[in-house]
DNA sequence: AAAGTTCTTGTAAACGATTTCATTCTTTGT
DNA sequence: ACAAAGAATGAAATCGTTTACAAGAACTTT
């Protein structure tokens, strides 16, 4: 009996109706006459019908699931927007496939290879550093970039980086630094830049000199954070204050210092970008710039379905706003001297 | 021209061949003549086909993805897993959907629902907690468990939990503790339950006592591992060593006492288990078992993927060494007193 | 009571691949 | 030179749904 599973003729046949009616009595309950459909309903449970999803994609022209690429599936800091992306998408009957672009030989490719081959029906982006180029195939599925965004007017949900780093600047000028710091992300991705860009305008906003020695080049990475404080305790003339473009290269940064006898935040604050879950439990705990990462996600995958479902291609964009958290790692700078 | 995807059709009007012969010369090359092989290639670059992989899936009665449920999306431990588990399935042609535990209402409904929906070809599981009846079902996919195991003879990858716990009080008791205690996940979850045994039984083994009231209980969080921090610093006597059930728990603990004006290793020693990536940031360094988390996710799904192509139900179980990794968290007990 | 509407339902044609089976064309062995 | 075996291809069925269209039944409306 339980051999094989049930398929839609099976239903049909029990119920004594046509397939036809058994696949509206499931998708459009309301066109069908109430006697028939408590029938229909009675003979699926009856046979433990479940729709197969697969015939119902082809038949449907889709493919159930949305692709999301991004560089590094193994950071926290993803995971947390996976999991706002999974919380809209799940209930939405969408499947969510995950596709690593560090593990692979040429990130561009694959994502070329994504909107080429029809496997989505949509597309979220959580790398930036991805050339535009291959979006110019025509008939691409509606995609959505997330915290980063390209050129191009693509649909993106993203947070007011600039200010983050002016709310840094703000908070190290107000403690009375003169001396201030930056380590940025890797060089081209958007998220670097335009925190790059935030902090230089903040700085000539406050009247303090920009030292371009004093920004370090990271790739927001623990390791780049610790490389940084190799970087700053060689230094013979330190700034007194560092604004990291991560919380993870804060918290490398943070390890290594503290290593080497520095004491955060007397001899040196510190402030870091995300509010990633674990930089609260440090000591001292690190003063940060909050990005709602389950929010962004949400939001992307809101933004990602209504364009799946109306069928166009472009979108609003959405700015997320921001938090500063004030916590124990940036405090006055060191008085002798 | 380029208005339409190409379908399969296409590609044989293009190359003057019939659809079973394009579709042979995709999938298995050698039975077609080389001539017609080669038509046929330059017709599928010429019109820029892809296989429709839902209609390929349907008709072979697949799904082309397998589910991975996990308690938690956002934790940094299993996301290294899937890092492994995708670079094995991705290259088979597999997606990889996840599914969250924790989001839903009720964990093993959500199991019960993948394992009979038909919706993918297996699964893979991440949650230990999760209860076995619904495994019972005929027609199930093959599944895996990777970390944790359930009683049944479930197929899974894990590590040797018991010895790392050994492995720690040894480390402990080689350098002088004498009060050395546990702080552990959450009561019910096999990890929990196979490393405490552990943990009691190197106890007795190197003969010290064993403390009833120095096993504290956690959940593998961060917060947890805090909270166990003020257990402990209320303590009138408090063990001179922990070992700690999860990395988090042992990140969470560190800040709090340190904090709290305690210093690490000198006051109190501490083994963490996991080997997250953040922990060798940490100051001190932390000393820690390590899970080859990589390795468990590739293992897993070879496992997985030999299960689907074989058509088996069930298969062999493989245990992944660990390693003691001595760090800067744990040093000889203080001399007072 | 005839002519429209409005509701329900069924028939059958897609969706785009894969694969069995039969057919034609080559080889090979004797 | 002829039968037997082998290689390469095509025709058509099939996977399990959804949905356009048609048709019958049940109501209105005049």
């Not at 699926?44 to 038949?59: C, D, K, M, Q």
């Not at 995609?143 to 190290?172: I, K, Q, T, Y």
Request: charged residues 20%; neutral net charge; proline residues 6%.
């Amino acid at each position: 009996m339980d051999r094989k599973i049930a398929t839609i003729q099976d239903v049909a046949k029990a119920a004594g109706v046509s397939t036809a009616t058994v696949s509206r009595t499931l998708s459009k309950p309301s066109v069908v006459a109430a006697a028939t459909r408590e029938a229909v309903l009675n003979a699926v449970a009856e046979t433990g019908y479940r729709v197969n999803t697969t015939a119902s994609n082809l038949r449907r022209q889709r493919t159930g699931s949305v692709i999301v690429l991004l560089p590094n599936i193994a950071n926290p800091f993803f995971s947390q927007i996976l999991a706002g992306l999974a919380s809209v998408l799940t209930p939405a009957q969408y499947g969510m496939l995950i596709a690593d672009t560090q593990s692979g030989p040429d990130p561009d490719q694959l994502l070329a290879h994504y909107l080429t081959s029809g496997q989505a029906d949509g597309l979220v982006l959580l790398d930036g550093s991805l050339s535009p180029d291959a979006l110019e195939h025509p008939g691409r599925p509606p995609v959505v970039m997330a915290c980063e965004w390209m050129g191009r007017d693509l649909p993106s949900v993203r947070v007011e980086n600039g200010r983050g780093a002016a709310m840094a600047v703000g908070h190290f000028a107000q403690l009375g630094h003169r001396a201030i710091g930056h380590v940025t992300g890797p060089r081209g991705n958007v998220l670097t830049e335009e925190r790059l860009r935030g902090f230089r305008e903040a700085m000539v906003s406050v009247g303090l000199p920009l030292r371009e020695d004093w920004i370090l080049e990271g790739d927001f990475s623990m390791d780049s954070g610790a490389a940084a404080a190799r970087v700053w305790l060689a230094m013979k003339d330190r700034p007194t204050a560092l604004f990291f473009s991560s919380d993870e290269m804060a918290v490398g940064f943070l390890g290594a210092v503290q290593r080497a006898g520095i004491h955060v935040p007397r001899e040196l604050s510190i402030v870091g970008f995300d509010n990633i879950e674990i930089v609260q439990h440090l000591s001292p705990a690190l003063t940060t710039i909050r990005q709602p990462r389950t929010q962004i996600g949400i939001r992307a995958a809101e933004l990602l379905l209504d364009m799946i479902e109306t069928g166009t291609r472009t979108g609003p964009s959405d700015v997320i706003e921001i938090e500063f958290i004030r916590r124990d790692s940036a405090g006055p700078p060191p008085v002798s001297r």
